[in-house]
T-cell receptor, first 113, second 112 residues
Framework: AAGVIQSPRHLIKEKRETATLKCYPI?????VYWYQQGPGQDPQFLIS???????DKGSIPDRFSAQQFSDYHSELNMSSLELGDSALYFC????????????FGPGTRLLVL | SQQGEEDPQALSIQEGENATMNCSYK?????LQWYRQNSGRGLVHLIL?????REKHSGRLRVTLDTSKKSSSLLITASRAADTASYFC????????????FGKGTLLTVNP
């Protein structure tokens, strides 16, 4: 069965650079969630989209923005990167309000130097 | 804000033994889910239990939920070395969104 696809899987950036992470949800899934997991930490909710509209917002810095496109894929844009942004970024998808289970992608490991 | 808190933080057992991990949370929930994560890898959904359920089974997994105590437990029976991973509980608290609030996780090591 198709899973959530994230790209790139690994990313190395310098401080103050920008990064764009991409997420392709499971086919037919219309809801996408972004989570950030710092080293040794639990995943923290950043933002979610349902039917291309932002549905909820968590502890996402103002330097970050995200959107969901007409094909339901989502992109997380991160600007003015800081050392503390180094983390594993997960995308999860679900079938909107019909299914409670979120299916996670393999994550993008971002390292900011 | 932190919702789920797991204990123990780390658990080391021998193959064949049972492993029990606990999770506590603070606010009312719609459901509680358990996820597994191998080191630095993705999160794999294990089981979901709704607030009106008390116990659920899936293969070697047994989950209980006590909403009066705001706690849940995950039991893995007859553990295997391949069960070595971090286990997280995550709560979904309702509304029109389904964001998950994760606990700190339990690192389970199953020794062969």
């Amino acid at each position: 069965a198709a899973g959530v696809i994230q790209s790139p899987r690994h990313l190395i950036k310098e401080k103050r650079e920008t990064a764009t992470l991409k997420c392709y949800p499971i086919p037919r899934h219309d809801t996408v969630y972004w989570y950030q997991q710092g080293p040794g930490q639990d995943p923290q909710f950043l933002i979610s989209f349902y039917e291309k509209m932002q549905s909820d917002k968590g502890s996402i810095p103002d330097r970050f923005s995200a959107q969901q496109f007409s094909d339901y894929h989502s992109e997380l844009n991160m600007s003015s990167l800081e050392l503390g942004d180094s983390a594993l970024y997960f995308c999860a998808s679900s079938l909107g309000q019909l299914e409670e289970t979120q299916y996670f992608g393999p994550g993008t490991r971002l390292l900011v130097l | 804000s932190q919702q789920g808190e797991e204990d123990p933080q780390a658990l080391s057992i021998q193959e064949g033994e049972n492993a029990t991990m606990n999770c506590s949370y603070k606010t009312s929930i719609n459901n509680l889910q358990w996820y597994r994560q191998n080191s630095g890898r993705g999160l794999v959904h294990l089981i979901l239990i709704r607030s009106n359920e008390r116990e659920k089974h899936s293969g070697r997994l047994r989950v209980t939920l006590d909403t009066s105590k705001k706690s849940s437990s995950l039991l893995i029976t007859a553990s295997r070395a391949a069960d070595t991973a971090s286990y997280f509980c995550a709560t979904e608290s309702g509304g029109s969104n389904y964001k998950l609030t994760f606990g700190k996780g339990t690192l389970l090591t199953v020794n062969p």
